[in-house]
Structures are given as C-alpha cells and as structure tokens.
C-alpha cells in the first residue's frame, strides 16, 4: 500500500528480542529518543512507513522478509528492511560516519580520518535507502530523513520521484564552512541536501552554519530570515543567535530551513519520578550519602563528551578547597557507544585512569571521591538518581543538543537541584537558567561546578523553575510540529 509518510533512519522501529525461540518485536526502552515520537506521525496519515536497515550475512538473501507489517499503539505501519553485511554496516557506519563525519561535525579536525573512508560503500548504502524509500512512498507524499548517515538520500530520491516532497533533520551539530569544508564530499553532500524540501536543526546556530556551508560552494541566496526567539538566546553563551536564515532560494528550488529542538518527554519523566518506588529509591540512595552531596555525570564514552576534562576539574577542586573532601561524591556514568573502536578505548582508558588517581589522592576507607560506572543505567534506576543528586554536572565539548540535561530538570519534581552545563551544548540556548560553563576554560569549569555546590536554596529553586519552564516549552511533541505542514492531508478526512 502507497504510504503518505515516509520515515528514513538507519534504525529500525522496534527492539527485536527472542522469545521461545522466536523474533519478538518490542517497543524501544527509551522513553525520550525519537523513535516514538516519529511513530507518532503515522496516526496523522493513512498510511505510513520506515525504512531502516537489518543485519544479514548475505545482503542479497538475507533469510528474513525484508518486508513486514507492524500493528503497535501507534497504528498499522510498514517496515521496509534493508538487508546490509557486517562489512557495508561496518564501512558505512563506523567508519565514515564516526571517523569521517562525527569529527567534523563536531569540530574536532584532529580526529579526523579521511584515508579509511570506503565513499563508494556509503553511495551504495545511501542509494538502497532512497531506493526503498521511493518504492514506499505514494503519489506527492512526504519522506523525512534522518541525520548524517544518509546525507545522500534526499539527492538520489529526488532523481527517483521527482513528486514527493523531501525533509531532512539534523540530530547533531552543524559545523562553520572553515571546518564543513574539510570533507572532501562537500558538493555532493550539499547538492544532496539542497534536493530538500525542508532541512531542520536542533538550533538557530547550525541553520546558520548551514546556509553559511552553502554559500560558500554554490550561488544560492538568503531570501528570508527571521529574528530567533527570546527562549532560544542565552545571554553570554557559545551558541546564541539574533536572526536565523530560514529559506534558501537553490538552482532547483527553494530550501527551507527549520528550527526544533528535540525535547524529551516531561509528562512520562515526572511520572515516573514521583513514583513510590523512585522516591523511596531516591531516599534510599540519599541516606547512603548521609551529609555528602551527589554529582551526577551522564554521558557516553566520545571524546566530544568531554569526560577527561570534567574529571580534571574535579581533580583541581578538591585540591583547592579540602573542606569539599569528604562532603561531596562524583558520580560519572560514561558508557561506551562504540566498544572496540580506537579513539573511544583510548578515552575509556584515560577516564578510569584519572578516576583511579583521584580516588588514589583523596579516598580514605570511609569514602571515595568518584564512583565511576562504564555501563547504561536503567532509565528508571536513572531517574532515581536525578532526584537523589544535589547537581548534574553535563559538560561536552560539543553537542547537538544533550537531552541528559533536560531528563534531569523534568525529575525534579521537588523543584530543587543544580545544572553546570557546558555552552557548547545545544540545550544551552534554551537553559539560560542553568550555571553555564565553558569546557575549555579550567577557570571556568572550577568556578562553575564551586558555584553549584555553594549555591543557596532559594537561588536553585529560581533557576530550576525557569529552566522547567523551558523543558516544557520544548518538550518531545513539540519538536515534530515543524514537520506537519509538509504532511499530505489524509484521504479519509478529506472526503
């Protein structure tokens, strides 16, 4: 059946587990990633599908359907599966995204790797999701695309079916020309996104970078702007903009450029923390603590995540102020995302390291300055930490937005607690209310996480309310409203 909706992204929809050795099809754990939230939209057409891709041994016979129908709390939808070898996934995934683009992305031309990228590979890849995509979709219907892996899509599509219509979101930073520019596949990258419709980003910033990109590599012209909104300027941080660029006027046609911060689900987040059994967690993890306070770090094992140098700081701190020791315990929760990848073993390794010399330094029997835990934490574990923790402490180099943060705000139902978050994040524009701190500054970490622990009730309460305020402004369901305007209207109401 033709679909109205589109949705492309390298995951699939579901978790698939076994069950008396058989598939089962679940719903994904995560209660803020996208997934349910773009699930959502099938219930706004008449019909709807995903394209995602699935692990096979060999891409031309997989073994499975690489076709299937899924019935869910969201609706009736299909699931276009494309059959990709651990090798395609590999060169595909591992490295040309996370060795070639993530870099640049996040601006660390260090870490750049250019000389292992299989480019032919990821065209192949890029090519088999269009194609999918194009067989799904219907007469003038709308495919979203999501996110750097599948920058080419929206080109290939566009010679494909020239008839549907074409959006295409950014989950990360969007780097400045001087650094975009590296890639040697910048024209086509380009050229591809320019096929779009509609071309989103978490914040103002990254559209401007964006438009900035562009002009630097075709003759395309601004031809609207708009004045950026007063809950996304941040007075004093890294990322803030006055006006953003919100249509370019492109050889073939005129790209819009939106702007959405993805949010996270504040109504199932409270729910849960004011749960009987988070709060008596929550109490349980506080009496452990007795006198101390709690400072809770959760990121994964990257090094845009800034783990080494958020440990530093806490190093330099305790040094400087002895009162602290004793009163005050860290804990850093840094999962690997990409286990056996060099550059993410060589920060796990720095990261246990510095954590054992400081707990070496400063531990006694009675109590060890850092707790450091190297696996994912079940979401409703976490949120009994969030309420039990006196301040989050989220400092990443670089970040497209850092929903961590905005997890941690919408658990404090008690309307108390302290976030140091880095200006380098996204999430940053909308939480003025937060300490903000600069990752690469040791003043302005030390200041910051010593203005934290010494700051008064009556100060913390302001702060969290206003940030509340802004979690909720730009929750989960929020961040899809830029996209409805793109969508066919149903048939069905039409009539």
């Known amino acids: 059946m033709p679909s109205d909706l589109v949705i492309v992204y390298h995951r699939q929809p579901y978790e698939e587990v076994e069950e008396n050795g058989k598939t089962v099809l679940r719903d994904n754990k995560s209660p803020n990633g996208i997934v349910p939230t773009l699930k959502s939209f099938f219930g706004k057409v008449d019909h709807g599908a995903w394209v995602a891709w699935k692990l096979a041994e060999d891409s031309n016979d997989p073994g499975w359907s690489r076709q299937i129908e899924v019935e869910d709390g969201f609706g009736s939808y299909s699931v276009s599966r494309l059959p990709l070898t651990q090798k395609q996934v590999h060169e595909f995934y591992h490295v040309t995204s996370k060795e070639a683009f993530w870099p640049i992305l996040h601006s660390f ?30 007469q003038g219907a709308l495919v979203w695309v999501h996110d750097y892996n599948l920058w080419l899509v929206p080109g290939y599509l566009r010679q494909m079916r020239p008839d549907v219509k074409i959006a ?76 953003v660029p919100t249509v370019l006027s492109g050889p073939e046609r005129d790209v819009h450029l939106s702007v959405a911060p993805v949010g996270v689900d504040v109504d199932y987040i409270q729910k849960r923390a004011a749960e009987e059994a988070t709060q008596t967690r929550a109490q349980e993890l506080l009496a452990d603590l007795g006198d101390r306070k709690l400072i809770l770090s959760v990121g994964r094992t990257d090094y845009t995540k800034g783990g080494i140098e958020q440990l530093e700081s806490f190093e330099r701190v305790l040094e400087a102020r002895p009162e602290l020791r004793g009163e005050v315990q860290l804990m850093h929760v840094s999962v690997s995302a990409n286990r056996g990848m060099a550059a993410y073993g060589e920060i796990q390794s720095a990261i246990e390291e510095i954590a054992g010399r400081i707990n070496g330094r400063f531990g006694s029997l009675e109590w060890q300055p850092i707790t450091l835990v190297s696996r994912a934490i079940p979401f409703k574990d976490l949120v009994a930490y969030y309420r039990a923790a006196s301040i989050a402490w989220i400092t990443p180099l670089a970040d497209g937005m850092n929903l961590v943060a905005k997890e941690f705000i919408a658990a404090r139902v008690d309307g108390d607690g302290a976030l140091v978050l880095s200006e380098f994040a996204g999430a940053a524009v909308e939480l003025g209310a937060a300490v903000a701190t600069n990752p690469f500054s040791n003043r302005s970490m030390d200041v910051a996480i010593g203005q934290a622990l010494d700051m008064s009730e009556t100060e913390r309460r302001d702060r969290m309310k206003a940030m509340q305020t802004a979690v909720r402004s730009y929750d989960l369901s929020s961040w899809g409203k830029s996209i409805e305007a793109l969508l066919p209207t149903p048939r069905k109401s039409a009539a």
């Open 168 to 243: 295409f979101f950014h989950h990360t930073p969007f780097p400045a020309p001087d650094m975009f520019n590296v890639l040697p596949w910048r024209r086509e990258i380009v050229d591809s996104l320019m096929a779009c419709d509609s071309v989103g980003f978490h914040i103002p910033r990254y559209a401007t970078n964006f438009a900035a990109v562009v002009q630097s590599l075709m003759d395309v012209e601004i031809t609207e702007r708009a004045k950026v909104p007063d809950d996304l300027i941040a007075e004093g941080t890294a990322l803030t903009e006055r006006r």
């Open 109 to 138: 031309k260090d870490r750049y790797n250019y000389d292992p990228v299989d480019w032919p590979n990821f065209r192949e890849v890029n090519w088999r999701f269009a194609e999918a995509a194009a067989a799904e979709a219907g």
